[in-house]
């Protein structure tokens, strides 16, 4: 093998051993770079007669293309192996089952709450919303529950750090009765001056909050308020309210309802409603489910509403509870303790 032979091989060789595109820049540097072997031939071609670099001097050359060609080729190898690997790390499995997005659902209180909603809304009630950060005045004086009075007492409040624009502190909503006044003094102010005004008919559902906590009681937690305020509304439709209600909402006709005589500082006279089942689990018991009574006037005339001309009835209930007897829960704290294998349960 002549000299120019071998060089060719050593070239390819070197080139073949090359792994990266930097390690063949170096390596074709050492043949065709400024000092490189190919070069310092023609370099050396300087002593020959005018007939001997003929002949050299094409040898050399083709020498110089082939390495050249060897060099291109193994670029363009290089080249396709990275593309390969490129791919190989980028490749998508078709094939993998795809990642499941988990099947949400409602929480069983929101669910009620719904129910609540639609079947209120189903006869003719509004529904409303109102802030859960509360002044005195809506949460307790409106209400006809006065500073220092004992049945303030009756709530263990909340109190926040910031005041009113009358000083007083405010508080987390205790009730939803605050927005009874609320709504009542927009609708009083939007239709002042027509005749009749139209009734005050509205549902207010929302969270609550009170210092207190066991298994039926939870310092968050839910209540529905309920109103209807007209010309001529008295307890009988109340009770024809309240009976259709949960009626609707246990999905039975099977349920007796009972008022029973109490005390809140913004209704006289005041009941506690009861229901009892006629059938199933809880058959025969009195349960709690709500308080209610006829509006007392001078809540009324919070409203910015004549009480010897209007008058009506209130309620308030508990979501909660309503939850806790639809789906035979006896622990409250379990609806809000976030436990997704208790909550995927209503899903
Ligand atoms: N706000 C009362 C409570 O938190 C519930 C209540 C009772 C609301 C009687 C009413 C009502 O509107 O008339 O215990």
Not at 36 to 55: D, I, Q
Not at 295 to 303: G, K, L, M, Q, S
Not at 322 to 330: A, E, H, K, S
Request: charged content about 25%; proline content about 6%.
């Amino acid at each position: 093998m002549n000299d120019l032979e071998e060089l060719v091989q050593a070239a390819s060789a070197d080139f073949a051993a090359a792994l990266t595109p930097a390690q063949l820049e170096d390596a074709k540097a050492r043949y065709t770079g400024k000092s490189g072997r190919v070069t310092e031939l023609l370099k050396g071609m300087a002593a020959l007669t005018p007939e001997e670099k003929k002949t050299r001097g094409a040898a050399i050359n083709e020498t110089k293309r082939r390495i050249e060609a060897a060099l291109t080729e193994r670029r363009e190898a290089l080249a396709a192996a990275q593309l390969e690997a490129q791919l190989r790390a980028e490749a998508l499995d078709v094939t993998l089952p795809g990642r499941q997005r988990g099947v949400g659902g409602l929480h069983p209180v929101s669910r009620t709450m719904e129910r609540i909603e639609q079947i209120f809304a189903s006869m003719g009630f509004d529904v409303a919303d109102g802030p859960e950060i509360e002044t005195d005045w809506y949460s307790f004086t409106a209400l006809n529950n006065p500073e220092n009075h004992p049945a303030r007492s009756m709530q263990d409040t909340f109190y926040v750090d910031l005041n009113d624009e009358a000083g007083r502190p405010l508080c987390l909503r205790p009730h939803t009765s605050p927005m009874q006044v609320r709504y009542s003094r927009v609708h009083a102010q939007r239709h002042a001056g027509l005749e009749p005004m139209p009734e005050i008919r509205v549902i207010a559902p929302g969270r609550t909050y009170r210092v207190d906590s066991d298994a039926t009681h939870s310092p968050m937690f839910h209540q529905c308020e309920g109103l209807w305020i007209g010309e001529n509304v008295s307890f009988k439709d109340l009770k024809a309210v309240f009976t259709d209600f949960f009626r609707t909402f246990f999905e039975t006709d099977d349920l007796q309802l009972r008022f029973r005589p109490s005390f809140f500082p913004f209704t006289e006279p005041s009941a506690e409603v009861d229901i009892a089942f006629a059938d199933g689990p809880l058959k025969g018991r009195w349960l709690e489910v709500a308080g209610s009574g006829q509006v007392h006037p001078n809540v009324v005339r919070n409203f910015g509403l004549d009480p010897e001309r209007y008058i009506g009835f209130a309620f308030g209930m508990g979501p909660d509870r309503l939850t806790m007897l639809r789906y035979g829960v006896n622990d409250l704290r379990l609806f809000f303790d976030g436990d997704l294998r208790f909550l995927g349960q209503f899903k």
